[in-house]
Antibody
């Protein structure tokens, strides 16, 4: 079955960077886009961006341009999300999410378990 | 920019009753609307996509209607496991979620 398994929780200082991984199994890795969505404590869901199946192109939400980079390692079926210049506002649970197929519909039928990033001095 | 507005913020309903959750888009998103359920400490779960198509394994008591700017999620007979936060999400443009509706007993 489809599984997205994310790396563990992180504690970072303000100004630092964090890189989270998301390993996919159970489906053809190069046939889907991978998205990242975050959720601050007690808040709603915020889409951050996506990376294409080959890893050659990414699209980021306006508020994250310049601070986020999404990459993809097709040899290990793993996607990465790096967020730089962290502030306390980046404290959140970060999810990878995807759906099967390449029809361009950006909704999410599969989710990782989430990775908590705590930014604190 | 599209704005997604969900109402009410909190909905109190009894077991076995019907729940109606609303989602409004500030401009037409056609039928590119999904609904999710999220329980504490869990990832969201896709319920509905294409405004009205149930995702795999979703019980028939969940139904979605609407197109354009007005959408509704109906849970026909609430079960105990349905009490959660529900989010709508448009994908006519880059994904954008509503702020959520908390469904409580």
């Amino acid at each position: 079955q489809v599984q997205l398994v994310q790396s563990g929780a992180e504690v970072k200082k303000p100004g630092a960077s964090v890189k989270i991984s998301c390993k996919a199994s159970g489906f053809t890795f190069n046939s889907f886009y991978m998205h990242w969505v975050r959720q601050a404590p007690g808040q709603g869901l915020e889409w951050m961006g996506r990376i294409n199946p080959s890893g050659t192109s990414s699209s980021y939400a306006q508020q994250f341009r310049g601070t986020v980079t999404m990459t993809r390692d097709t040899s290990t079926n793993t996607v990465y999300m790096e967020l730089r210049s962290l502030t306390s506002d980046d404290t959140a649970v970060y999810f990878c999410a995807t759906k099967k197929g390449l029809d361009g519909s950006n909704y999410f039928e599969y989710w990782g378990q989430g990775t908590l990033v705590n930014v604190s001095s | 920019d599209i704005v997604m507005t969900q109402s009410p913020a909190t909905l109190s309903v009894s077991l076995g009753e019907r729940a109606t959750l609303s989602c409004r888009a500030s401009q037409s998103v056609r039928s590119n609307l999904a609904w999710y359920q999220q329980k504490p400490g869990q990832a969201p779960r896709l319920l509905i996509y294409g405004a009205s198509t149930r995702a795999t394994g979703i019980p028939a008591r969940f139904s979605g209607t609407g197109s354009g700017t007005e959408f509704t999620l109906i849970i026909s007979s609430l079960q105990s496991e349905d009490f959660a936060v529900y989010y709508c999400q448009q994908y006519d443009d880059w994904p954008l979620f509503g702020q959520g509706t908390k469904l409580e007993i």
